[in-house]
């Protein structure tokens, strides 16, 4: 393996692990909703050799598949396994790193140019009976859902012309339809972004391309009842600098956003760029959707700046972690308008990894779940994660559909406690509004983790979990998960869906 640097992104929690293991019949502590019968898929960068620069971070992992079951036993299990890239595989042949930089195929070992160079570590995407595993970098790799085997690259039976799948999908409540969208879609530092949408039926049903205002990192997206929503932010590439061995990506406080919006089921030449502010930066949206006017309302975990240090800091932008601030922030368009600039409200904390319901997917909507930081925690949080804090605040927010959400429940950790993103789970119940699942990290010394498995009822976050498993592993930090209802994966086993 050799020795990772001694950096934040490869010590304590970041510490790799790198083990494939399957544990099954761990004990449930707690009531189990018998709704919560499934698959919690996750997404886990681990390197799995010492990166070849000692200033490599969290994002260059090697993306391992794991799977927490709720079986219907009551029990839980347990897998993990790495996907098997063409990366994974050139490495462990050669027992060694041999890909270099972050995004910069010019630091690689020369006899690798060619070799598909994903690493497959940010969503575990489930759609039409697939499992895919994405990077925002690259085509995805398929997963068999049931054994965690690597299917290989996948390119939508070969109808994928883009280069590149972003790991941020949306799925449309009542069709069923994908819509998803590639930038540097036909290579390094390029402008062009595609935009898929698929059937569900799981047939690529169209592919279109249309230039960014700039080559920028394209994290997220989103779509309303009618239109498509591409963020664009001044985190940027060039190529020249890639061909130095420097960055991909530099953040540039001087450069102002955009919001390109189009009609979700038209043509990208119709599509109208509206301005935003200059410098912010933005991992995930929330949702988007349009009110009673027609006025479209986009929903995202808004910040200051970059959030990575190693996006900003190359780019001489030395920011302590106070100086960044930001909220969950509303940008409002007239989508019929003229472009001009958005509409900017704060409408609720700072944080991220926002979360609503599945069937909430582009509608007017109630109510949405973040992770943000405990205001009453002494101390700093957990170091880990690329952002190297840990969050360690559940909130709840309501009227969403109105000019001023509010929280309305909290679940703040114990000091040493924090949480990975959680997923939402639907209830059949009317008016019970669902179930999270998430994964939870206690340190408890210096180097010593626990990890556990939570369920919280998604109406009563203040209760705390209703069930808990003990993961009785180390864990490195989660980016992303899906939630696969049981029937789901009991229709592709029997070969119902393709
Ligand atoms: C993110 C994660 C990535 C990446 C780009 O969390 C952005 C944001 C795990 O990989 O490549
Ligand atoms: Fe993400």
Partial sequence: MGDFPPTPYFIGLNAPVGTELALEGLPVEGT??????????????????????????????????????????????????????????????????????????????????????????????????????????????????????????????????SETMTAHVRIDPDSGDLYFYGYEADGLASTKVAYARVGADGALKSEQWFDAPYCA????????????????????????RMKAGGEHWHHEQGLESWLGVMPRDGDVKDIKWFQGPKGVYCYHMMNAWEDAEGLLHFDQCLSSSNAFAFIREPAGLFLQPWEITGGLTRWTVDPRGPAGPVTETVIGP????????????????????????????????????????????????????????????????????????PVHVASATPGHDGWLVTMVDHQIGEDAFEHFAWVIDAGNLGAGPVATVQIPTRLRPQVHGWWVPQAQLDAVRAGVTA
């Fill in 217 to 240: 990192m394209m994290h997220d997206f989103t779509i309303s009842r009618n239109w498509a929503l591409f963020p664009v932010y001044p985190t940027t590439a060039e190529l020249e």
């Fill in 350 to 421: 700072p944080g991220d990894f926002p979360i609503i319901p599945a069937k909430s997917q582009g509608r007017p909507y109630k109510t949405g779940w973040m992770l943000t930081m405990n205001p009453d925690r002494r101390g700093p949080p957990v170091m880990g994660g690329p952002v190297l804090g840990m969050f360690d605040m559940l909130v709840r927010l309501d009227g969403m559909d109105t000019a001023s959400p509010q929280i309305t429940q909290a679940l703040p950790m114990e000091p040493g406690w924090c949480y990975n993103e």
């Fill in 32 to 161: 189990l909703p018998p709704e919560v019968r499934g698959a919690f898929f996750r997404a886990v960068p681990d390197p799995a050799f010492a990166p070849k620069f000692a200033d490599d971070h969290t994002l260059s992992g090697d993306g391992m598949i794991s799977r927490v079951r709720f079986n219907a036993d009551g029990t839980a299990d347990y897998a993990i396994r790495f996907v098997e890239t063409a990366r994974h595989q050139a490495e462990k042949a050669a027992g060694r790193a041999r890909f270099g930089r972050y995004r910069n195929p010019f630091t690689d070992d020369p006899d690798m140019a060619g070799v598909d160079r994903t690493v497959a570590n940010t969503t575990p995407v489930w759609h039409a009976g697939r499992l895919l595993m994405t990077k925002e970098d690259g085509r995805p790799y398929r997963i068999d859902p049931h054994t965690l085997d690597t299917l290989g690259s996948f390119d939508f039976d070969g109808l994928l012309k």
